[in-house]
């Protein structure tokens, strides 16, 4: 065991597969002698050499395109995107090709491809920096999309994600990067891909959150225990494919459910999971389920960030909300 | 088709072969009498002060960043003769596109400090540059101006307007897509721009070299049959006269240009890069002994025209930057209606309902106080 951030705990991960397999290679912008513009390719490139840890052009579309050519063909490329904003010029690339080739092949071609890239907000950026369009891409059928909320998941899903052979979109969440210590496993170990987890057990409601609201959850969590509620937290951990089991099983117990994102509303995870509970647990239902997620403007520059990130106080009002219903 | 009647400059240093505009040299030494641009002296001495004022302005904004004042800030330093030229081109019908490191030629379309501080303080007010004529906000999204620009130049044309629209991109965004689509379609289209490349040699941390396996960035140019040149980005004689020569091409309606300004990124790509990661000392030092102040100091003292007493004009634009930089500061205004009110003509029905859910909240937690 080791006490590790998330970018640690990535880093260690890549390490371990880069370790394993030789036919993974890892490229991007600022991934190699710089080691990424966070750190979570560092020293990889010294370790491996510049044929397999390596700065590409600046060009994200042929980043992700040139990954789909490696995957067809035998290697199994990680890509590093450098902010989640500048994701959409690949985005042709993976909606049209990535996630299309086995399908379109029937078989012949997998895409063993994990792209990565940090998201979300609260960290006082410029624009294209605090977005979470993880909704964009769970709605693309064949890809897979993961964000881990601790280091210690970090490291076993991105292992898992590497030894996926369908595309993995892998979105770390950069408020959590260096915000959270953790004692993680120096060893080889994965997390499924798909299975949802439960932080903590509950009965009063359910709070479904993943990212770094996973922690605001936790302080507004504290705040309903003082109340008298008692609360389930799951952590996604897989946003697609979806652990409808375990949502099912929460909110027929609880009877009630928030869903908690930074991402805007509409449209959005927070809208599929409450399709979840219409569909799984109706008739336990005794409060609406509801988004506390974020408002569908574009998220602000930082004088302004702070209406519209949700906060533990906004996250304990809804909660309490929902119980008074 | 390059129209017939090319400017001499864009056949003499036909970046084919690889050839660099330059006028003085890094001693201030005029090295190419006949292409010495006519300025008076005082137009001369107005260039040194402006690009003086924009190395002042960024130094300033990175302590004010490092004092924690300020948010993430964009160093411009050693780009300021490509910044500066550009801004005594440009008129004030004229449009700029920006990329985001070319302060001194915002700065030229009438922008002030205390709207780039707050801009860098987190507020959008300051980055939407709204008081000033055909300015666009600055563009984070690496290289999509290009077509912004070559759009704009469209409209210029068909609306038949005596305006010539300005943009920039860095090297590393030469690789992108857009970069390469924008200059096609201005090719095409024939219209007034003029692209230039701040060529500073890193992108964050990779170099030039890994960007391209071309033999320089003007040379992409001939592909999409237009003019390009390659110019010494850290002399403002090379660049005067490569944005003079350029603007008069495209007034005249004979289409775009490209410029790559061939400079060097002094400081780091932003406030949170650490150079030293990738790049020595050395080259740091080497590339310095280039800095556009310097030589056009040094030739204006070899000319007999340097009259200018610069520890007091520093000091008075430390004064007046730091109390724009106050001013912004302390603008503590940011009403949470604010993030609501930009998004459509009208507010959408949807967006009514969560700001009114969110002004409910608002008082809960009041109350709860």
Avoid at chain 1, 14 to 24: A, F, H, T, Y
């Amino acid at each position: 065991m080791s006490v590790m951030t998330m970018v640690k705990a990535i880093n260690n991960a890549l390490d371990i597969k880069l370790d394993e397999d030789k036919s993974i290679v890892i490229y991007g912008e600022d991934v190699g002698v710089e080691g990424g513009v966070f750190r979570v390719t560092e020293g990889l490139q010294q370790k491996y050499g510049a044929d397999r840890v390596f700065d590409s052009p600046l060009a994200e579309s042929g980043i992700v395109g040139t990954a789909l050519g490696m995957a067809v063909s035998g290697l199994r490329p990680i890509v590093e995107l450098q902010f989640e904003g500048f994701t959409f010029p690949a985005f042709n690339q993976i909606l049209s090709n990535v996630s299309r080739m086995r399908n379109r092949s029937r078989g012949k071609y997998a895409v063993p491809l994990v792209i990565r890239f940090p998201y979300g907000g609260g960290v006082n950026a410029l624009e294209h920096h605090s977005d979470s369009p993880e909704a964009l891409f769970a709605h693309i059928p064949g890809l897979k999309v993961v964000i881990p909320s601790t280091p210690h998941d970090a490291k076993g899903l991105m292992i898992s994600a590497i030894e996926s052979n369908d595309p993995v979109i892998f979105m770390e969440p950069k408020r959590v990067y260096r915000a959270i210590k953790q004692e993680v496993s120096e060893e080889k170990f994965t997390l499924p891909l798909g299975k949802a987890k439960v932080v903590l057990e509950g009965t009063d409601i359910t709070v479904v959150a993943f990212g770094a609201m996973i922690r605001e959850c936790q302080k507004a969590i504290a705040m309903a225990r003082e109340a008298g509620i008692s609360v389930e937290l799951i952590d996604l951990r897989s946003i697609y494919p979806i652990d409808r089991e375990t949502i099912r099983n929460s909110v027929r117990k609880t009877g009630r459910m928030i869903v908690v994102a930074e991402a805007h509303e509409s449209f959005s995870v927070g809208s599929e999971l409450i399709a979840v509970a219409n569909e799984e647990a109706f008739l336990y239902l005794e409060a609406p389920p509801r988004r506390v997620m974020g408002f569908d403007t574009i998220v602000p520059l930082a004088q302004g960030e702070k209406y519209y990130i949700i906060s533990p106080d906004r996250i304990f009002y809804e909660i309490e909300k929902s119980v008074k219903f | 088709m390059i129209q017939n009647d090319l400017p001499a400059i864009f056949r003499d240093f036909n970046p084919i072969e690889d050839k660099m505009l330059q006028v003085i040299d890094n001693e201030g030494n005029v090295v190419n009498k006949k292409l010495m641009p006519v300025l008076d002296d005082e137009t001369v001495t107005e260039a040194y002060k402006q690009m003086l004022y924009e190395r002042i302005a960024d130094e300033m904004a990175i302590s004010y960043q490092r004092q924690g004042r300020m948010y993430t800030y964009t160093p411009n330093i050693g780009q300021e003769a490509i910044h500066i030229a550009a801004g005594m081109n440009i008129r004030e019908e004229d449009w700029l596109v920006p990329a985001f490191r070319e302060m001194g030629t915002l700065l030229a379309k009438g922008v002030t400090m205390k709207e780039m501080f707050l801009f860098y303080l987190g507020n959008e007010h300051g980055g939407s540059f709204k008081d000033v004529r055909h300015v666009l906000p600055i563009a984070i999204s690496i290289g999509t101006q290009f077509h912004h620009a070559t759009g704009i130049g469209y409209s210029v044309k068909y609306r038949k307007k005596d305006e010539v629209v300005y943009t920039f991109i860095g090297d590393g965004g030469t690789s992108e897509g857009d970069f390469s689509e924008g200059l096609n379609f201005a090719g095409v289209w024939q219209v007034p721009v003029v692209f230039t490349i701040q060529n500073n040699q890193y992108a964050i941390s990779v170099p030039v070299k890994l960007q391209t396996n071309s033999i320089n960035l003007a040379v992409k140019s001939v592909a999409f049959g237009i003019p390009g040149i390659k110019v010494d980005g850290n002399d403002f004689f090379a660049m005067y006269l490569a944005y003079k020569t350029a603007s008069e091409y495209a007034r005249a309606g004979k289409g775009a240009l490209l410029i790559e300004a061939f400079t060097y990124r002094r400081g780091a790509h932003t406030t949170s890069d650490d150079p030293s990661k990738y790049r020595g000392k050395d080259e740091e030092t080497r590339w310095g002994l280039t800095d556009p102040l310097i030589r056009l100091r040094r030739y204006m003292q070899s000319k007999g025209i340097w009259d200018i007493d610069e520890e007091k004009l520093i000091s008075a634009y430390k004064s007046e930057i730091d109390a724009q930089f106050v001013e912004a500061e302390n603008n503590k205004s940011y009403p949470w209606q604010d993030i609501f009110g930009h998004m459509y003509t009208d507010m959408p029905d949807e967006l009514k309902r969560q700001k009114m859910e969110y002004e409910q909240f608002l008082s809960w937690k009041e109350n709860r106080r």
